[in-house]
């Protein structure tokens, strides 16, 4: 079993910065895309952004150019740096994970509990 264990939400004000954390611990034996989606009131859960394990990003329309996805290997680790936050990226937001928990098996998809962002003044 996978254990996804995210950090670093809060409140911030219109314009400010966060950053979420999320450690990765349990049986793994190779971890492939790490990511970040998240989920506001009322809406369905939506794609913010996604690492592979060679490093290549993808980004929502709505966050590009503000949040910044990185990996940590050696700590099984995944990191989303979120600047000029706005109410409308107030979310619940939930690390994913895909991985290999030994060689014989297949890659399982995997969440965390979700860290709350929330942008107001």
């Known amino acids: 079993q996978v254990q996804l264990v995210e950090s670093g939400g809060g409140l911030v004000q219109p314009g400010g910065s966060l950053r979420l954390s999320c450690a990765a611990s349990g049986t793994i034996f190779r971890i492939y895309v790490l990511g970040w989606f998240r989920q506001a009131p009322g809406k369905e859960r939506e794609l913010a952004a996604t690492i592979t394990s060679g490093g290549s990003t993808n980004y929502a329309g709505s966050v590009k150019g503000r949040f910044t996805i990185s990996r940590d290997n050696t700590k099984n680790t995944v990191y989303l740096q979120m600047n000029s936050l706005q109410p409308e990226d107030t979310a619940i937001y939930y690390c994913?994970?895909?991985?290999?928990?030994?060689?014989?098996?297949?890659?399982?998809?995997?969440w965390g509990q979700g860290t709350q962002v929330t942008v107001s003044s």
């Open positions: 994913y994970s895909t991985v290999q928990s030994n060689a014989a098996s297949p890659a399982r998809v995997f």
